[in-house]
């Protein structure tokens, strides 16, 4: 059996048992409204823009990505493609040189099958992040993100993500960022929808990660 995905219906399902389990959220959850939060499958695009987009802003982000796009030509986002641009031209769009050899190694994974892409959607979310965090250029909270916004686990909990530990300490007037610990033992009863709570705590906040 497949892994849950998030949906309109499970959101709904998700959003109940956070207001009855998490007062906190609940009084969040009312001011948001319905999570919205909907899926991308495209494993490999979102991937490859992952990589593009880290550590810089993101209109530097969009404006390399369409000079990569432009260079990809009518094939577009592809392993083949990239594979077949090449380092030199990786960078004379705007990559840095870890960067375009972050994208060349994900392409060559892809290629080959030892980044089994049309597998991940099957496979659980532990196996998923070892696949992912063995390609050179993405790391936990990479892979944690890909689990939420494209292959839409409904129990990822990032607790190295920045916003979500803001949130938290907003929302539940702490002195100072929680630590992973903390969080952890915090986000308990949020179970088996921790994605969604994560949702919640970033929207309190207005923005949400990979969704613009």
């Known amino acids: 059996m497949s892994p849950p995905r998030i949906d309109a219906a499970l959101s709904a399902k998700a959003r109940r048992h956070l207001s009855r389990r998490d007062p906190v959220l609940k009084q969040v959850a009312a001011r948001v409204g319905a999570c919205t939060l909907v899926p991308d499958g495209d494993c490999f695009g979102i991937l490859a823009r992952s990589i593009v987009s880290q550590l810089i802003s993101t209109a530097a982000a969009r404006t390399i990505g369409a000079r990569l ?6 094939a577009g986002l592809t392993p083949a493609g990239l594979v077949a641009l090449g380092e030199e031209k990786l960078r004379g769009c705007g990559l840095s040189g870890a960067k375009a050899k972050a994208l060349l190694d994900l392409a060559g994974r892809a290629q080959s099958g030892v980044l089994p892409l049309a597998r991940l959607p099957v496979m659980e979310d532990a196996e998923v992040e070892e696949h992912l965090t063995a390609v050179r250029g993405i790391g936990v909270w990479t892979a944690q993100m890909f689990l939420i916004f494209c292959l839409g686990r409904p129990d990822v909990l990032p607790v190295g993500d920045l916003g979500l530990r803001a949130g938290v300490k907003d929302q539940y007037g702490l002195d100072e960022l929680p630590s992973a610990k903390n969080l ?8 088996p929808y921790r994605s969604i709570a994560t949702w919640y705590l970033w929207r309190s906040r207005g923005g949400v990660p990979q969704s613009d």
Do not use: H, K, Q, S
């Not at 796009?69 to 009518?74: E, H, Q, Y």
């Not at 952890?184 to 179970?191: K, N, T």
């Open 69 to 74: 796009l432009t260079a990809l030509g009518d």
């Open 184 to 191: 952890v033992e915090l986000a308990a009863p949020w179970r």
